[in-house]
């Protein structure tokens, strides 16, 4: 994985307007990252995006507070899944290390469904039991009513593969 730095005004949007616009500025990140694409960004954080839970996905430049935190703490690697035939390892490094295998079909499923914001009034109890497991294992990003996927999948391994 080579990472490519990009400028990209465009990736804001309406971060912090509603909880689907902030869910879906974090897709963006989390799908430019797993391309191999640190877009450069900055954007006054809302209060609502708790920088600890997406810490693994690419800091807004700017001076100060969470800002300054974030971009402390990123590195590539931090967080994010590989998918197998019928199971997702995920790899998560944010806190405590963890390496989970999802291999129950309705966690499966629900992360998958989960990878753009969806509303938890749409699942159904049993797809509402798995995303309450995964936001337990903080794998889901809540905000209101909606989540969203937070690890990105590793598609290639970076270079140097020991960085990871």
């Known amino acids: 994985m080579t990472l490519t730095p990009d ?14 616009d902030t869910l879906s500025f974090v897709r963006r990140l989390r799908d430019h990252l797993a391309e191999g694409v640190v877009p450069a960004w ?4 809302p209060a609502s995006l708790n920088w600890e839970m997406v810490c693994h996905l690419p800091p807004p430049s700017g001076e100060g507070g969470d800002a300054d935190r974030w971009r402390r703490r990123f590195r590539i690697g931090l967080c994010y899944y ?3 035939p019928g199971f997702i390892q995920v790899k998560d490094l944010r806190e405590e290390p963890a390496t989970l295998l999802l291999d129950d079909p309705s966690v499966v499923d629900v992360f998958v469904r989960c990878l753009g914001p969806t ?25 209101g009513d909606f989540v ?5 999948r590793m598609k290639r391994w970076p270079i140097p593969a020991y960085a990871v």
């Open 148 to 152: 969203v996927t937070l690890p990105y």
């Open 82 to 84: 590989r998918q197998g």
């Open 42 to 45: 900055s954007h006054e954080l």
């Open 7 to 20: 400028k990209a005004d465009d990736l804001v949007g309406a971060l912090g307007e509603r909880p689907e």
């Open 119 to 143: 509303s938890l009034r749409q699942l159904s109890a049993d797809e509402a039991a798995a995303a309450e497991a995964l936001l337990n294992e903080r794998l889901l990003l809540r905000l």
